[in-house]
T-cell receptor
């Protein structure tokens, strides 16, 4: 099993450009999450999807949109990138809450917005 | 609202010495608590978790943590540090009222000195 995979691993954008970060999991998990990691701030939840067909805002949703394409895939879109969105982005998944609480993380996408 | 604080953004220990990483939380309901570890250029992985069973929780690689309700703490310890323990450690809390989401602390970077 590959676990949680993310593409791309690295990306450089210019201000105003758009892009989509892809995430897929092969563990048949119901819940999926998008976080951003910034120095000294830990991980902050951007959006999450408790189950296929549902999405909800997390702590820092502004400037982002998400799509739960199917049970396996959860994408994050930046419509008009800003330098403040320079960060490392992690996708994670877990079984349907609250039966189990462990989240499994992907390797991350390092995004730089110039 | 729940929150997590980690005392010390950076901790250095000698190889073979005790590792102690501090975590305090606030929560209005009994929490679930987690420690995750992030090795350089990787995603996070679960070290251990507390889900209201035994207050002393054992995890992987000889790490353990003790839940102390009176102190609202969940400190992580390891009797003898190894060079491979050098990483970033995150404490996280999930409350039973928001079981879809986890709040992460800012992280503690552990260095191990040979």
């Amino acid at each position: 099993n590959a676990g949680v995979t993310q593409t791309p691993k690295f990306q450089v954008l210019k201000t105003g450009q758009s892009m989509t970060l892809q995430c897929a999991q092969d563990m048949n998990h119901n819940s999926m999450y998008w976080y951003r990691q910034d120095p000294g701030m830990g991980l902050r939840l951007i959006y999450y999807s408790a189950s296929e067909g549902t999405t909800d805002k997390g702590e820092v949703p502004n400037g982002y949109n998400v799509s739960r394409l199917n049970k396996r895939e959860f994408s994050l879109r930046l419509e008009s990138a800003a330098p403040s969105q320079t960060s490392v982005y992690f996708c994670a998944s877990s079984e349907r809450p609250p039966s189990t609480d462990t989240q499994y993380f992907g390797p991350g996408t390092r995004l730089t917005v110039l | 609202a729940q929150s997590v604080t980690q005392l010390g953004s950076h901790v250095s220990v000698s190889e073979g010495a005790l590792v102690l990483l501090r975590c305090n939380y606030s929560s209005s309901v009994p929490p679930y608590l987690f420690w995750y570890v992030q090795y350089p250029n990787q995603g996070l992985q679960l070290l251990l978790k507390y889900t209201s069973a035994a207050t002393l929780v054992k995890g992987i690689n000889d790490f353990e943590a003790e839940f102390k309700k009176s102190e609202t703490s969940f400190h992580l310890t390891k009797p003898s540090a190894h060079m491979s323990d050098a990483a970033e450690y995150f404490c996280a809390v999930r409350t039973k009222t928001s079981y879809d989401k986890v709040i992460f602390g800012p992280g503690t970077s552990l260095s191990v000195i040979p």
